[in-house]
């Protein structure tokens, strides 16, 4: 099935091959792809020896899902009114082995896995290289072993170096039990430990700050950025050949670049201080200089901190002892690691610490010094410096892998999280098939994992340094707070246009709230209250501008106990263990390849103002059996299932949505032309034919039940829809719960 083509106005938005206005509305699919199918080792599987021995073995086939499975879940979110997936696979699933091995078997998987998609239809998907904190040997997700080898780490000895915090550390390995108090949300801490922040500096700024790392005759940044991007090319050109239909049938929109880049320990301005910008502080919060020694085998003492609504509170220190042990390789393992995978070091490049190694602090009288406070900003480098500089050097090299095997479609630039995008507006690394790709999450409730109706902050305003003291920040009542989350949005919207030019589209890739808030209360009683509430702002948000969205996230094998496999995050929209609890279904009318006829002198008014109407009940004559969507496992679903504008036939102006009381309001403009024709998907959830008052400017309307999209053709100018649903009783209902 060919799908439309979608390009890019010259105003920013996407469009169809009728102009228009197309909204990108999907997920990411899904967190699977952190880790491997086999061995069967997640983020909360026992640290043992086999979670090294083993990685190089490491299977991703059937991951995110089984063949045998697409189907299933791929029809469960276009009944969720989707049209995009954001595609996620990671560098480990390609590249495992080692340098140059690429895995086919999981290439041929995902191959596989989008033909059923495409077979589908009505979908469309991007590629997301998705990783988090480097590597899942450090913490995170998607850089295979060998990375860190390359780097000159010993893995192994990470933890207790204290040079990354893995959740594994936290396990029995005989029960497989959780032993240990996992904090929430520690593991983003690891990007401001020696392991994390030593790989991106080494990936962004290698020559510059470690121009003595020199392997195979390249600097450590070439060879790691040139791996990569040759592992992503090989799976694009791959899929290309064996299956061009993907491609020319217009479902592969295109490819993101990596995931959540990280500057490392670029521009930290004094390494012996935590920066003043840091707000992410929780647990053991060593210096860049206490990481330092502390991977050499160091002991010192460390400072404890926890996030308060006012910020980040110190509350103890703490003592970390190494034992002398170090985070990094000595030399005859490094002989024996460079002999494996044909690596050949400079001679400048001694085992132990590379940062010792550059001068940046030293053992002098018998103790660590450090000689070289400013080492990573010296020069006048900060983070703006690092994006315009770093970043781009880093993006022009992945658009021009990419622009040689595919030109025609788009490029999904992602920036730093929270961050301005580069300053590259009028480049020649801009096209018009460029989309600003980025992220958002409200930062009190993904840390406290909690909604709370009282009060919030201004997320972006703090990461921006915007407040004197967070406090400031503060925003009373929830009607304001989903306010000031739609506002965020809007800013970030707005900055990266006037960065790179009015014409560059943009997509949230990655939005969403924890569902284990109140520490899983909803668990216990299925009242998923808050959850409710967390999705409703997020929702209001994106539709307040209209803006497309992938949330995060689906994942096939969510679960209560261990949420989506990783880390303790629980951000599924849905959960095998919900659909244990309660059957959720909704019934519509099937009517073959018609659509229902909703004559406008039965429903609605076509004065050129809006004006009330009066409840009417279509005739279904061509109905004939009933559609049954189960709703089954979705959490929160009705702030999650949303009305929304497919295709607009002009320009937006503004939506609502009342998930509450079924109350949905559009109002856009139409195009000067006799042929507007505006597409809506209208969940029957929420809207019942017979039991719904619509009220509208002008327009005829057609709704398929089939799809449960209406279409509107409507007159130009400004126009205005609304959709409300009439109370009927419990038994009248079309939401049926067991």
């Given at each position: 099935?060919?799908?439309?083509?979608?390009?890019?106005?010259?105003?920013?938005?996407?469009?169809?091959?009728?102009?228009?206005?197309?909204?990108?509305?999907?997920?990411?699919?899904?967190?699977?792809?952190?880790?491997?199918?086999?061995?069967?080792?997640?983020?909360?599987?026992?640290?043992?020896?086999?979670?090294?021995?083993?990685?190089?073995?490491?299977?991703?086939?059937?991951?995110?899902?089984?063949?045998?499975?697409?189907?299933?879940?791929?029809?469960?979110?276009?009944?969720?009114?989707?049209?995009?997936?954001?595609?996620?696979?990671?560098?480990?699933?390609?590249?495992?082995?080692?340098?140059?091995?690429?895995?086919?078997?999981?290439?041929?998987?995902?191959?596989?896995?989008?033909?059923?998609?495409?077979?589908?239809?009505?979908?469309?998907?991007?590629?997301?290289?998705?990783?988090?904190?480097?590597?899942?040997?450090?913490?995170?997700?998607?850089?295979?072993?060998?990375?860190?080898?390359?780097?000159?780490?010993?893995?192994?000895?990470?933890?207790?170096?204290?040079?990354?915090?893995?959740?594994?550390?936290?396990?029995?390995?005989?029960?497989?039990?959780?032993?240990?108090?996992?904090?929430?949300?520690?593991?983003?801490?690891?990007?401001?430990?020696?392991?994390?922040?030593?790989?991106?500096?080494?990936?962004?700024?290698?020559?510059?700050?470690?121009?003595?790392?020199?392997?195979?005759?390249?600097?450590?940044?070439?060879?790691?950025?040139?791996?990569?991007?040759?592992?992503?090319?090989?799976?694009?050109?791959?899929?290309?050949?064996?299956?061009?239909?993907?491609?020319?049938?217009?479902?592969?929109?295109?490819?993101?670049?990596?995931?959540?880049?990280?500057?490392?320990?670029?521009?930290?301005?004094?390494?012996?201080?935590?920066?003043?910008?840091?707000?992410?502080?929780?647990?053991?919060?060593?210096?860049?200089?206490?990481?330092?020694?502390?991977?050499?085998?160091?002991?010192?003492?460390?400072?404890?901190?926890?996030?308060?609504?006012?910020?980040?509170?110190?509350?103890?220190?703490?003592?970390?002892?190494?034992?002398?042990?170090?985070?990094?390789?000595?030399?005859?393992?490094?002989?024996?690691?460079?002999?494996?995978?044909g690596w050949k070091r400079a001679d400048s490049w001694?085992?132990?610490?590379?940062?010792?190694?550059?001068?940046?602090?030293?053992?002098?009288?018998?103790?660590?010094?450090?000689?070289?406070?400013?080492?990573?900003?010296?020069?006048?480098?900060?983070?703006?410096?690092?994006?315009?500089?770093?970043?781009?050097?880093?993006?022009?090299?992945?658009?021009?892998?990419?622009?040689?095997?595919?030109?025609d479609r788009f490029i999904f630039m992602q920036n730093?999280?929270?961050?301005?995008?580069?300053?590259?507006?009028?480049?020649?690394?801009?096209?018009?098939?460029?989309?600003?790709?980025?992220?958002?999450?409200?930062?009190?409730?993904?840390?406290?994992?909690?909604?709370?109706?009282?009060?919030?902050?201004?997320?972006?305003?703090?990461?921006?340094?915007?407040?004197?003291?967070?406090?400031?920040?503060?925003?009373?009542?929830?009607?304001?707070?989903?306010?000031?989350?739609?506002?965020?949005?809007?800013?970030?919207?707005?900055?990266?246009?006037?960065?790179?030019?009015?014409?560059?589209?943009?997509?949230?890739?990655?939005?969403?709230?924890?569902?284990?808030?109140?520490?899983?209360?909803?668990?216990?009683?299925?009242?998923?209250?808050?959850?409710?509430?967390?999705?409703?702002?997020?929702?209001?948000?994106?539709?307040?501008?209209?803006?497309?969205?992938?949330?995060?996230?689906?994942?096939?094998?969510?679960?209560?106990?261990?949420?989506?496999?990783?880390?303790?995050?629980?951000?599924?929209?849905?959960?095998?263990?919900?659909?244990?609890?309660?059957?959720?279904?909704?019934?519509?009318?099937?009517?073959?390849?018609?659509?229902?006829?909703?004559?406008?002198?039965?429903?609605?008014?076509?004065?050129?103002?809006?004006?009330?109407?009066?409840?009417?009940?279509?005739?279904?004559?061509?109905?004939?059996?009933?559609?049954?969507?189960?709703?089954?496992?979705?959490?929160?679903?009705?702030?999650?299932?949303?009305?929304?504008?497919?295709?607009?036939?002009?320009?937006?102006?503004?939506?609502?949505?009342?998930?509450?009381?079924?109350?949905?309001?559009?109002?856009?403009?139409?195009?000067?032309?006799?042929?507007?024709?505006?597409?809506?998907?209208?969940?029957?959830?929420?809207?019942?034919?017979?039991?719904?008052?619509?009220?509208?400017?002008?327009?005829?309307?057609?709704?398929?039940?089939?799809?449960?999209?209406?279409?509107?053709?409507?007159?130009?100018?400004?126009?205005?829809?609304?959709?409300?649903?009439?109370?009927?009783?419990?038994?009248?209902?079309?939401?049926?719960?067991?």
């Amino acid at each position: 099935m060919v799908l439309e083509k979608i390009r890019i106005s010259s105003g920013g938005e996407f469009i169809d091959s009728q102009n228009r206005v197309v909204q990108l509305r999907g997920v990411n699919f899904d967190p699977c792809i952190k880790y491997p199918n086999s061995p069967p080792v997640t983020s909360h599987s026992p640290l043992s020896d086999s979670f090294w021995n083993l990685a190089e073995d490491a299977n991703f086939v059937n991951h995110p899902i089984n063949i045998n499975e697409v189907e299933e879940h791929i029809t469960r979110l276009k009944s969720m009114g989707y049209n995009t997936i954001r595609f996620c696979f990671n560098w480990e699933a390609l590249e495992h082995k080692g340098p140059g091995q690429y895995d086919f078997e999981y290439i041929e998987y995902v191959r596989q896995v989008l033909l059923k998609i495409y077979e589908l239809g009505d979908i469309y998907i991007y590629f997301d290289p998705h990783q988090d904190v480097w590597s899942r040997f450090t913490g995170g997700s998607g850089a295979p072993l060998w990375t860190l080898h390359a780097a000159g780490f010993q893995p192994k000895r990470l933890s207790v170096t204290q040079a990354a915090i893995l959740h594994n550390d936290y396990i029995d390995e005989d029960s497989g039990e959780q032993v240990k108090h996992y904090p929430k949300m520690i593991w983003p801490t690891n990007y401001f430990k020696l392991a994390c922040q030593t790989m991106f500096t080494l990936f962004f700024g290698g020559r510059k700050y470690a121009p003595k790392c020199i392997v195979n005759d390249v600097n450590i940044q070439d060879y790691l950025q040139d791996s990569f991007n040759k592992a992503i090319a090989v799976m694009y050109q791959y899929l290309m050949e064996k299956s061009p239909e993907l491609f020319e049938g217009n479902l592969v929109l295109g490819l993101e670049t990596v995931n959540e880049p990280n500057e490392g320990y670029i521009g930290y301005p004094i390494l012996s201080q935590i920066p003043k910008e840091r707000e992410l502080r929780m647990g053991p919060t060593p210096t860049a200089f206490q990481s330092f020694i502390l991977g050499e085998g160091f002991e010192t003492s460390v400072d404890l901190y926890d996030i308060t609504v006012g910020g980040p509170k110190k509350i103890g220190t703490t003592l970390v002892n190494p034992k002398g042990e170090s985070a990094w390789m000595s030399k005859d393992e490094r002989d024996e690691m460079d002999a494996k995978y044909g690596w050949k070091r400079a001679d400048s490049w001694e085992s132990g610490c590379i940062w010792k190694l550059h001068g940046v602090w030293g053992i002098k009288e018998m103790k660590p010094r450090l000689l070289h406070p400013r080492y990573f900003s010296d020069t006048g480098v900060d983070l703006k410096y690092f994006i315009d500089n770093m970043y781009v050097s880093y993006f022009e090299k992945a658009r021009t892998m990419f622009r040689s095997i595919d030109k025609d479609r788009f490029i999904f630039m992602q920036n730093p999280v929270f961050q301005p995008p580069p300053a590259i507006k009028n480049s020649t690394l801009i096209d018009d098939k460029t989309v600003f790709a980025t992220h958002f999450y409200d930062g009190m409730s993904l840390m406290f994992k909690t909604w709370n109706k009282i009060y919030n902050v201004n997320t972006l305003g703090i990461v921006r340094g915007r407040y004197i003291n967070p406090v400031f920040s503060v925003v009373v009542g929830e009607n304001n707070i989903k306010k000031c989350i739609a506002k965020q949005l809007r800013d970030i919207r707005d900055e990266a246009r006037e960065m790179l030019g009015d014409h560059i589209a943009i997509i949230f890739s990655e939005i969403g709230m924890p569902f284990d808030m109140d520490n899983k209360e909803a668990y216990k009683t299925g009242e998923y209250t808050s959850q409710t509430s967390a999705m409703d702002a997020i929702g209001f948000a994106l539709e307040n501008s209209n803006l497309s969205f992938s949330l995060w996230c689906y994942c096939t094998k969510n679960s209560h106990q261990w949420g989506d496999q990783w880390n303790n995050e629980d951000f599924s929209l849905w959960s095998p263990d919900d659909v244990q609890r309660a059957k959720v279904t909704v019934q519509v009318p099937q009517i073959g390849n018609e659509a229902i006829s909703l004559q406008e002198s039965e429903m609605f008014s076509s004065e050129s103002a809006l004006t009330e109407s009066t409840k009417s009940t279509p005739k279904l004559q061509s109905a004939n059996d009933m559609i049954t969507i189960d709703y089954s496992g979705f959490r929160a679903l009705e702030s999650v299932l949303r009305p929304s504008p497919i295709k607009i036939s002009g320009t937006f102006i503004s939506a609502k949505f009342d998930p509450f009381n079924s109350i949905y309001d559009l109002e856009i403009h139409g195009h000067p032309s006799n042929t507007n024709q505006t597409l809506i998907f209208l969940p029957a959830y929420h809207f019942k034919l017979d039991s719904i008052i619509m009220k509208s400017s002008s327009g005829h309307f057609f709704y398929d039940p089939n799809r449960q999209i209406l279409q509107w053709l409507h007159e130009p100018g400004r126009q205005f829809l609304n959709i409300s649903k009439i109370a009927v009783s419990a038994n009248e209902d079309s939401c049926v719960i067991t």
